[in-house]
């Protein structure tokens, strides 16, 4: 299958940083790829949608600002938390698929600890 | 919306025991319905799908058949291995403008040797 690739797979920061977490498509163009959060034995949260070269899509309660998307090509979208707080500290899965109706691959994660 | 419930776990089962996790969605039209898993520490593998009522997925012996009467996906594998233990999601993509990937809360098992 298709390769989606995260960097760094883990990060430890101080309070109040920003951390920029990397996805690549290595062997497919994504015209759209996914954010996702999971917490502990949790289900994975959907956090944004972002298209290549347009602005990103939301959902309900994810902070826009705090969680910045960029979809600069179609084989690399950047998630970037700002100002992390404790809070942020979880696990962050990146997908992406070709088209609407392609099988969506999914990233290794990148473990996110923020003291 | 879109839903898909899951059996809960965690599920523990000795090595080459018969595996049922149950799955059932809520959705409007025609959704295609996935299996992943994820091993400790990674992300998520696609293991099966089905795109239209009466297929069967399968891959490593596991197998899921969309039955849309019942509204339901479940995963079976008739024996498993200690190497399939993970956590695994069901999952629905539906026909919104988006298409996006709607997942159950997840079932923990682990198999002992």
């Known amino acids: 299958g298709a390769v989606v690739s995260q960097h760094p797979s883990w990060v430890i920061c101080k309070s109040g940083t920003s951390v920029k977490i990397e996805c690549r498509s290595l062997?497919?163009?994504?015209?759209?790829m996914f954010w996702y959060r999971q917490f502990p034995k949790q289900s994975l949260m959907l956090m944004a949608t972002s298209n290549e070269g347009s602005k990103a899509t939301y959902e309900q309660g994810v902070e826009k600002d705090k969680f910045l998307i960029n979809h600069a090509s179609l084989t690399l979208s950047t998630l970037t938390v700002t100002s992390a707080h404790p809070e942020d500290s979880s696990f962050y899965i990146c997908?992406?698929?070709?088209?609407?109706?392609?099988?969506?691959?999914f990233g290794p994660g990148t473990r996110l600890l923020v003291l | 919306g879109d839903s898909v419930t899951q059996m809960e776990g965690p599920v523990t089962l000795s090595e080459e025991a018969f595996l049922t996790i149950n799955c059932t969605y809520t959705a409007t039209g025609y959704p295609s319905l996935f299996w992943y898993v994820q091993y400790p520490g990674e992300g998520l593998q696609l293991l099966l799908k089905a795109t239209k009522a009466d297929d069967k997925g399968s891959n490593k012996g596991f197998e899921a058949t969309y039955r849309k009467e019942t509204t339901s996906f479940h995963l079976e594998k008739g024996s498993v291995q200690v190497s399939d233990s993970a956590v695994y999601f069901c999952?629905?993509?539906?026909?919104?403008?988006?298409?996006?990937?709607?997942f159950g809360s997840g079932t923990q098992l682990t198999v002992l040797p």
């Open positions: 999952a629905l993509r539906g026909g919104g403008s988006a298409r996006q990937l709607t």
């Open positions: 062997d497919f163009q994504a015209t759209t």
């Open positions: 997908s992406a698929r070709l088209g609407a109706r392609e099988t969506q691959y």
